[in-house]
């Protein structure tokens, strides 16, 4: 009696979460308001006013170079032994105040690594490789591709998998252009110019939901890389920003893991496979 009635009981909680779990791409579908993204732009407005700011103080060309000290000298240390660094920022209008997107949360990290034994020109050549993209950003890159390229201006393709609870895949356009600024120092600028989200992925069924209305498990990401080939080697860094849904009240224990965790551990990612790559191709290239 006591095993029937606990199955019973399972099975009367498992039940409907297994319902809402099928039916999450029409649940939660969401419109992205003008409203939304204007206050998005308004952010990547300040934010790269910011960067273009640090690009040009004389002598300090990265993000962390600006960081007090002692924490400036241990990342750099941390970085020279391996390690990534991660940064949450935020930026403030003029005012100080914090930017509010309306039903959606905007997300903004940076990442840097450094790479031992890689040229500046190495660096961006593995950055430019878009066709080959996939096979160093597993498992969260499914595809990748060029589509055009004109001097420093690359349009490039990308279909990304994430699951966290629950599995969600995009088909992404970026326009990206690059700074070069010296022969050891560039730096890039990447816009989402469209994100789908793919319903029934790899299935005959498959389609892409209408742009801006969907899951809202990513509306925009633009994202700003320096590049500086010094110590012996090229510090690598990305600073993010992304636009998502808010959490619907109620459903934080679906969505909530994958709107909060992913913009973070998608860049640890991104950093750690650049790297990891980057010293693949240096090793295969050290071979007779």
Avoid at 23 to 47: C, G
Avoid at 153 to 161: H, P, Q
Avoid at 183 to 207: G, N, Q
Wanted: charged fraction near 25%.
């Amino acid at each position: 009696m006591f095993f029937r009635s606990s199955t019973y009981h399972v099975a009367s909680i498992l039940f409907p979460m297994t319902l809402l779990l099928a039916q999450t791409p029409e649940v939660l579908s969401v419109d992205l308001e003008p409203e939304t993204a204007e206050a998005f732009a308004r952010y990547v407005l300040l934010t790269e006013a910011r960067i273009q700011k640090e690009l040009a103080r004389p002598g300090a060309f990265l993000y962390i170079e600006g960081l007090p000290e002692p924490k400036r000298a241990q990342v750099f240390a941390a970085l020279r032994r391996g390690e990534v660094y991660m940064e949450r920022l935020r930026t403030l209008d003029a005012t100080g105040r914090k930017i509010e997107a309306r039903d959606a949360l905007i997300h903004h990290w940076m990442g840097a690594v450094f790479i031992p034994g890689v040229t500046l020109p190495q660096a961006l050549t593995f950055a430019q490789d878009y066709n080959h993209h996939a096979e160093f950003y597993r498992p969260e890159m499914v595809r990748s591709r060029l589509i055009s390229h004109n001097g420093n201006d690359f349009k490039i393709s990308y279909r990304f998998r994430k699951k966290k609870v629950i599995t969600v895949t995009l088909n992404t356009d970026h326009d990206v252009h690059y700074f070069p600024v010296d022969d050891t120092r560039c730096y890039s600028r990447s816009y989402s110019t469209r994100i789908a989200e793919v319903a029934d992925a790899d299935k005959p069924a498959e389609r892409e939901k209408p742009v801006g209305h969907d899951g809202g498990f990513l509306w925009r990401i633009d994202s700003y890389w320096r590049f500086e080939q010094r110590d012996g080697g090229v510090y690598v860094e990305c600073e993010s920003v992304s636009l998502t849904r808010d959490i619907p009240t109620g459903l934080a224990w679906l969505i909530g893991p994958f709107i909060n965790s992913i913009p973070r551990e998608s860049l640890l990612m991104t950093m750690n496979s650049t790297r990891s790559g980057l010293l693949t191709k240096l090793q295969a290239a050290a071979k007779p």
